[in-house]
């Protein structure tokens, strides 16, 4: 009897360790991991524009599509002079639907660490991330856009939608599910880091 759980013991460890190996924390590459992760990128920064459009509906605005220095841009139909309000709910929208994305990935029990999950958190924190730096100042920057309305200043909305980032980051930095996010796994089973700098 003693050693058929010796044998239970021994296979269900080389089991978890079989599993483990294959598991999403693992560096190995899976077939079709970047177009996956592209896929839940660019679906959170579509979620992001939604977040713009249906706000300017809710509040009443008209919302169009242009083209600001050749830059894809959506206006809210809103007069920001006269509803500086309503102006700020549409320039916080898209953020703000990213980090409640990022923070739903996060919190509600599921399967976590795969591809289209990792591209979605990726385009979440990468977003606030462009905004809070390059970003922050421009002719359709949403934080400038959310400044000029007065209802916060841009260093309060920096640490806001900066603090909720480096949250979701220290979060995906200590789950084991999330392993080697910040990482590029590579098709050999290593990783790389940094970045690459090549002479031409």
Do not use: C
Request: net charge positive; no cysteine.
């Amino acid at each position: 009897m003693k050693s058929a759980w010796v044998t239970v013991l021994v296979l269900s460890t080389a089991t978890a360790a079989t599993a483990r190996a294959q598991s999403p924390d693992s560096t190995s590459l899976p077939a079709h991991y970047w177009p996956r992760f592209g896929f839940g990128f660019a679906s959170s920064i579509l979620l992001h524009e939604a977040g713009h459009i249906l706000t300017a509906i809710a509040v009443g605005g008209h919302p169009s599509f242009g083209f600001d220095k050749l830059r894809p841009t959506i206006y809210s139909g809103l007069n920001s002079q006269l509803q500086p309000h309503k102006q700020f709910l549409f320039s916080a929208a898209g953020l703000t639907v990213q980090s409640l994305i990022d923070e739903g990935i996060l919190d509600i029990p599921h399967s976590r660490g795969g591809a289209i999950e990792r591209g979605m958190l990726g385009g979440g924190i990468g977003t606030t991330l462009f905004y809070l730096t390059i970003g922050r100042r421009g002719s359709v920057s949403d934080v400038d856009f959310m400044a000029r309305t007065h209802a916060l200043n841009a260093t309060e909305i920096t640490l806001i939608f900066g603090g909720v980032a480096a949250m979701h980051t220290i979060r995906i930095s200590r789950d084991p599910h999330y392993a080697n996010f910040f990482a590029r796994p590579r098709g050999d089973g290593g990783v790389d880091l940094g970045l690459e700098l090549s002479a031409r």
